[in-house]
């Protein structure tokens, strides 16, 4: 399954940028299988995100500029997150729909 595989990348890559060990982003472009046009995308969406990912000119290896933590689940139990009673409340969930920036929001007609 593609999202598997682009989830593990983005673990590897957080394991890798945690180290300072990516080297330039040819290297870490080859050490992902990726080509830099690619590599450039994952990194850009990674930002997009929330990584706070940096490139260190000195020492040629991207870095976080803060500390952090990747989320480790996509799935999170009942009363992590919002509950469904915490749902309702705001509003007809039926009519939410996925949103890039929000995760969901109210379905526009159309």
């Known amino acids: 399954m593609a999202i598997l595989k682009h989830i593990n990348r983005l673990k590897y890559m957080d394991f ?3 180290r300072r060990a990516t ?3 040819d290297s870490f472009a080859r050490k992902n299988g990726l080509c830099k046009r ?5 990194i850009g969406e990674m930002k997009e995100l ?3 990912i940096k490139y260190d000119r000195a020492r040629n290896t991207y870095y ?3 500390e ?10 009942e009363g992590r997150l919002l509950t469904n ?4 409340t ?3 969930y039926d009519k939410l729909c996925f949103s890039e920036a929000y995760v969901f929001e109210v379905c526009q007609e159309g």
């Open 16 to 18: 890798m940028i945690k």
């Open 85 to 88: 009673d915490q749902l309702r």
């Open 90 to 92: 705001i509003g007809n």
């Open 38 to 42: 690619a590599m450039t995308g994952v």
């Open 50 to 52: 929330g990584f706070p």
């Open 64 to 66: 976080y500029e803060e």
């Open 68 to 77: 952090g933590q990747m989320v480790r689940s996509l799935f999170s139990k």
């Open 23 to 25: 080297g330039d982003l």
